[in-house]
């Protein structure tokens, strides 16, 4: 294994993110400059922009036909969501949950999983597949949006979680004109595609060397690159004391790896299913199932130990 190709893929991660976060920061200021509500801004300008990272590298991936490295990138980040984000954010306080989140947003998570799942027994998530998901992104967007309306507002929902995250974004980045802002989004989509570049081929370089396949370097390298993102604005939004900010971001955010980034790869080009990727699967949703504990209105610390746990645990079964 070439040091240039770890290099790779850690400067791609780093590219990745920069771009994300370029993006939601021009799109937060182009949508609120077009006056659009910030529950529609939090909804689909961050709810979208904060996938894009993932998005990219995925893209990148099925073009150039390594399609074992989309799935490790899904399952890896929606893995890494929980396990290390949630679970280290837990550990710097206990985490509130909202009863919206648990009742509603929550199954809507587990059940895309098992949707996945169902579509994967044939050893395929075909083009037709691909499609039906991009179908469901946009009725669950929809059902989303009239879900909140009704409610009248966003508190406490994980909607509320993505219009936050944004406000988080405009208090580093101030966009003060239009031209700025266009020139944000235009930069964060070159970087996105470099960074996906670079993070792909190297990640395909590191599997080959270390004789691994590309379902384990995308769950381990790329899955968990693409949620430092994720991580940093909890830990952001603990410090601010906005506590409650992190379980439904990690929920939407797994929500919409799903349905945007598999749906849209697999459109591109089908993609085959390993056995290996099944366990990958069951676990994704085994850490899922953990968050009902916010029945009690917070996930506590001891929970949050245990997933850390847990999580290390899993990643150690991947390389031995």
């Known amino acids: 294994m070439e040091i240039i190709d770890i290099g790779s893929v850690v400067i791609g991660l780093i590219i990745l993110c920069v771009g994300g976060y370029a993006i939601v920061s021009g799109g937060v200021s182009l949508a609120k400059r077009l006056r659009i509500s910030s529950m529609i801004i939090g909804l689909t300008v961050v709810a979208y922009g904060t996938s ?29 969501n929980v396990g290390m984000v949630i679970g280290i954010s837990a550990i710097f306080a206990p985490l509130l949950i909202s009863k919206i989140t648990v009742r509603k ?16 027994y044939d050893g395929e998530i075909s083009q037709i597949d691909g499609f039906i998901l991009i179908v469901a992104l946009i009725g669950f967007t929809i059902f989303t949006i009239k879900t909140v309306k009704r409610q009248g507002s966003l508190e406490n929902q994980n909607t509320e979680s993505e219009h936050v995250e944004g406000e988080l974004f405009l208090s580093r980045y101030k966009i003060e004109t239009l031209p700025k802002a266009l020139a944000l989004v ?8 470099l960074g996906g570049h670079f993070t792909v081929n190297g990640a395909v370089a590191v599997a080959e060397s270390l004789g691994l396949s590309q379902l384990v370097i995308g769950i381990i390298i790329v899955g968990i690159g693409t949620s430092l993102p994720e991580l940093i604005t909890s830990i952001i939004a603990i410090a601010r004391k906005q506590v409650d900010i992190g379980v439904g971001n990690i929920v939407g955010s797994n929500i ?3 349905l945007l980034i598999l749906g849209i ?7 085959p299913v390993s056995a290996d990727a099944f366990s990958g699967y069951y ?3 085994a850490f899922s199932l953990v968050l009902f504990v916010g029945f009690r209105k917070y996930i506590p610390r001891p929970i949050g130990f245990g997933l850390v746990l847990a999580f ?7 390389v031995l």
Do not use: C, Q, R
């Open 52 to 80: 894009t990272p993932e998005l990219a590298a995925a893209i990148l991936a099925a073009f150039n036909s390594h399609t074992e490295l989309i799935l490790g990138n899904i399952i890896g980040s929606n893995i890494s």
């Open 265 to 271: 790869a697999a459109t591109i080009v089908g993609i």
């Open 105 to 120: 947003w929550l199954p809507i998570m587990i059940g895309v999983s098992l949707l996945v799942v169902a579509m994967s």
């Open 256 to 258: 919409y790896n799903i």
């Open 186 to 193: 235009g930069l964060g989509i070159v970087l996105l595609f």
């Open 312 to 318: 290390a645990i899993y990643l150690g079964s991947l």
């Open 283 to 285: 676990i994704m949703i």
